[in-house]
């Protein structure tokens, strides 16, 4: 296998730690590049599965019996864990939910309707998945208020001027990714909270990308929010997490009702349980919270900068390679941008490289990655996009670049 070895990261051995990636896929050996759709689960993780599930499984936050507390125990670990991993202050400060989108509707109900009133605006940008773009239209829509969009250029960067120039006192949040999956494009996230919270604004980061990615730290970023999705943090399907700073988390009111986020419950009125469970209604995911926190340990022990560095180094590979090919634009050339290679090719529609790349057992995404304003900006109906994680190599990207001469040969 062909591949760098960086100091204290070896590929060949993360790779071995990953087992789906020993299957094969059209009768090739798989070479999975779909990672920011969602990224494949270390052995460890599924260990912790299993294991909660046959040696640990009862309801959390309300027996008194040993199973449990020893449950709760590891939930609670888990929540720790995520506090770690993301340095936030305080454990209160991390609510587990579904997924990102789950997080951010959170806040969009949450936050918005404390905070969003009629002629009101929640600023974003030209680059969100869908998952930060539509719950603050239903917001706008639900309280009369605006959506504003802060434009991105030709190389999908954010104009971080016309951003500012955006801001006003009728501003009452900005919401923004850390990492747009479509471009790759790494947002200067701190300057943007930094700029945000000069006019009094409190910030939302969607980090589902960036979290996997690099080292995230939301006390240096000072974001008032932070989304994550435990199944690209190498985590299972179904857990996800919402950081929020506990002064701006404590005066919000509840999202969903139910059990476990109450104190008291009369007819007449009910009261809300402490930071974080007033936002965790009903039996949560344990399985999934301590699944995740085995991945958090397990990204921790191969160490995200590690991986990081290996990432930058294919980027580099691949981005040199495509770029090679004749008929291929990249699409999303910023200066700071992660592990995406996304690509159209002329006189070839993606969904057509999909297939053709798929038959070699090359599994990347085609289409609009839930981002579709962000094709509008580029002129294109979709594009084929190849995205990077810890255990791709290059051979993997050896292998794309030779499906896509296939593809080449179909269409010539
Ligand atoms: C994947 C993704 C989301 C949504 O994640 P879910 O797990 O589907 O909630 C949101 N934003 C970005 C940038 C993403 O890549």
């Not at 999202?255 to 009903?282: H, Q, R």
């Not at 040199?320 to 634009?329: N, S, V």
Request: glycine fraction near 8%.
């Amino acid at each position: 296998m062909t591949s760098v070895v960086a100091a204290g990261f070896d590929v060949a051995q993360v790779r071995a730690d990953f087992p789906l990636l020993r299957r094969q896929a059209r009768g090739r050996p798989l070479v999975y590049l779909d990672n920011a759709a969602t990224t494949q689960k270390p052995q460890v993780v599924i260990d912790s599965i299993t294991r909660y599930y046959t040696e640990i499984n009862a309801n959390v936050h309300r027996g008194v019996h040993e199973l449990s507390e020893v449950a709760t125990e590891a939930y609670e670990g888990a929540r720790v864990k995520v506090r770690v991993f993301f340095n936030a202050r305080e454990t209160r400060e991390i609510v587990f939910t579904r997924n990102a989108t789950e997080s951010i509707n959170l806040v969009a109900h949450a936050y918005g309707r404390q905070h969003v009133q009629k002629d009101d605006e929640v600023v974003i940008s030209a680059m969100e998945h869908h998952s930060n773009i539509v719950p603050w239209q239903l917001l706008c829509e639900r309280q009369g208020a605006r959506l504003r969009v802060a434009p991105i250029d030709d190389r999908g960067e954010l104009m971080l001027d016309a951003f500012e120039a955006l801001l006003g006192p009728r501003t009452k949040l900005v919401a923004i990714t850390h990492m747009s999956n479509a471009l790759g494009t790494i947002t200067p996230a701190a300057e943007i909270v930094r700029i945000a919270h000069a006019h009094g604004i409190p910030v939302l980061l969607d980090g589902s990308q960036a979290a996997y990615h690099m080292p995230v730290d939301v006390q240096a970023l000072d974001c008032d929010f932070y989304a994550a999705t435990g199944h690209k943090l190498y985590g299972p399907t179904g857990i996800g997490v919402l950081y929020g700073k506990a002064s701006v988390l404590t005066d919000l009111p509840p999202f969903l009702g139910g059990g476990d986020m109450i104190a008291s419950v009369t007819f007449e009125k009910s009261t809300w349980n402490v930071l974080p469970y007033k936002f965790e209604a009903g039996t949560p995911d344990i399985a999934g919270a301590i699944g995740l926190g085995a991945a958090l340990d397990y990204i921790t022990s191969v160490g995200l900068e590690n991986a990081a560095r290996h990432e930058q180094d294919l980027l580099a590979y691949g981005t040199e390679a495509l770029t090679a090919i004749p008929g291929i634009r990249m699409i999303g050339t910023a200066a700071h941008k992660a592990s995406i290679l996304s690509f159209v090719m002329d006189g070839v529609h993606p969904h057509d490289i999909g297939t053709i790349v798929d038959r070699e057992g090359v599994a990347i995404r085609t289409g609009h990655h839930c981002a579709q304003p962000v094709m509008d900006r580029f002129g294109v109906p979709a594009t084929a996009r190849a995205s990077l994680a810890m255990y791709n190599t290059r051979d993997d990207v050896d292998a794309l670049v030779r499906a896509l001469g296939r593809v080449r040969e179909v269409f010539a």
